[in-house]
């Protein structure tokens, strides 16, 4: 049934005008599944890893600025904010002072160009679904396209398979949800197959700097470069200590069979892993997700490849409809591009700062980084001005999509400078000026309004 199956989502790709390399690549894992491939990657085969810390690297300056001109820059950008009720590019929310994700990123870039005297194009991996809002909201910034490179390629989409047989599934009360991205991991594949690989080459650049679009701590920073360009490996990883947030997410760890260094997401873990997994004393690192590869390198290493790069499984079991539990259940074949550290020998980590990883897949994210835990300078980098960064915990009953978040704090973000911890329970909608100090816990049965001005301190508030 499975090869009968592979036919299928052969054809829909073809019909669906996919890159014939996604689709080899879509075949490549299609078969590890048949052969009943879990990509698991037991406790018993991997060991902790180490790695310098980005503090204690010696940069010069001309190493850095000779990297920064060296390197261009990818911001995965596809997408939709759908988690939190967003139908179009998550990258297109406000920040603050009117300044979405986009524009942010846009103005970090140019600032750098013109700081280092440097080209540093910024292309964005969109989905089909994101291309349009994007490239529209960028449209205001003349200056950042460059010559003969695209300002966007796009990801590939595969078909969801049936758990039960494996085959293409039907859908036709939404044909879309018939669809999915292959993970971050097609990164490779799309920049091969649309043919931005060869032409960043050709005009003369080296490295490449890879990160997401709702991390606005990821710039290209001239420091990290120069430690990139000369450490002299094929790629690396920015990681940051786990904190009690991310007991639940990916870790490294060294292979014990050959010494390759490995980024062990959830999904691979074994169900009686998840100790090992949470132990934040033995897996200390997880991943930014800020990448940093040579262009020469990555080529050669897919050339030699036919293009399959062969990053690990992820066997993701969904819904078809991830919203709805009795729509029939579906496996997606995913990949993360962090896991082609393992692809190339020699590959580096580098323990960064947590200022340089500030993911926002929640409101409670959103809710810190528009508050005054952070500035924004005239390099259009953040800055941490709070000593700690709050806990945040918001009812997601009626915080959880955007739309309901904002009209809870009409004025704004409260005063989070000096807090410890946020959680709130119900239906509360904050004045302008509110400011949140140490630990505040609110609690209410019915709707309820914080007054403009008011100071909320202590374990007792509400």
Not at 25 to 34: G, K, N, P, S
Not at 451 to 460: C, D, M, S, Y
Request: charged share 25%.
């Amino acid at each position: 049934m499975g090869s009968a199956g592979l036919n299928k989502a052969r054809d829909k790709m073809l019909d669906a005008g996919v890159d014939e390399v996604a689709i080899e690549t879509f075949a490549h894992y299609f078969r590890l599944l048949e052969h009943g491939e879990t990509g698991m990657i037991p406790e018993t085969s991997i060991d902790p890893v180490d790695m310098p810390a980005l503090t204690d690297v010696q940069v010069s300056d001309e190493d850095a600025a000779a990297a920064v001109r060296a390197t261009a820059v990818i911001k995965l950008n596809g997408g939709l904010g759908t988690s939190m009720g967003m139908d179009r590019a998550k990258s297109l929310l406000c920040v603050r002072r009117g300044l979405s994700f986009l524009d942010i990123i846009a103005r970090q870039v140019l600032h750098m160009r013109e700081h280092y005297d440097a080209t540093l194009p910024l292309i964005f991996m969109n989905s089909f679904r994101t291309s349009a809002d994007t490239l529209a909201a960028l449209g205001r910034y003349d200056a950042l396209p460059v010559e003969g490179l695209p300002l966007e390629f796009l990801q590939n989409k595969e078909p969801k398979l049936l758990a039960k047989d494996l085959s293409p599934v039907s859908y036709p009360k939404d044909p879309d949800l018939e669809w999915c991205p292959p993970g971050h991991g097609d990164l490779y594949t799309a920049l091969r197959g649309t043919g931005v690989l060869d032409l960043l080459i050709e005009r003369g650049f080296r490295y490449v700097f890879v990160s997401n679009s709702d991390n606005l701590g990821a710039v290209p920073d001239a420091r990290v470069a120069g430690w990139f360009a000369t450490s002299g490996a094929p790629f690396a990883i920015e990681a940051v200590r786990r904190t009690a947030s991310d007991r639940k997410g990916g870790h490294f760890a060294r292979r014990k069979n050959d010494g390759r260094i490995v980024l062990r997401e959830t999904a691979q873990t074994p169900p009686g892993d998840a100790a090992s997994l949470a132990d934040l004393d033995r897996h200390r690192y997880t991943s930014t997700n800020n990448l940093w590869f040579d262009l020469v390198a990555m080529k050669e290493a897919l050339d030699v490849r036919q293009g399959i790069l062969g990053l690990p499984l992820i066997r993701n079991v969904k819904n078809v409809d991830p919203g709805d539990s009795s729509t029939p259940e579906v496996i997606q074949v995913e990949t993360a591009m962090g896991a082609a550290i393992e692809v190339f020998e020699g590959s580096q980590l580098i323990e960064v700062g947590r200022d340089r990883f500030v993911p926002v897949k929640t409101t409670n994210d959103l809710l810190v980084l528009r508050s005054d835990v952070y500035e924004i300078g005239a390099d259009f980098v953040l800055d941490q001005v709070a000593s700690e960064l709050p806990f945040v915990d918001l009812d997601t009953d009626h915080y959880k999509l955007v739309g309901e978040f904002d009209k809870r704090f009409p004025e704004g973000a409260p005063s989070m400078r000096q807090a410890t911890s946020l959680k709130v329970e119900g239906d509360w909608t904050f004045g302008k000026g509110v400011q949140i100090v140490g630990d505040v816990a609110l609690d209410a049965t019915s709707a309820q309004r914080v007054a403009p001005a008011t100071v909320l301190g202590g374990p007792t508030d509400g």
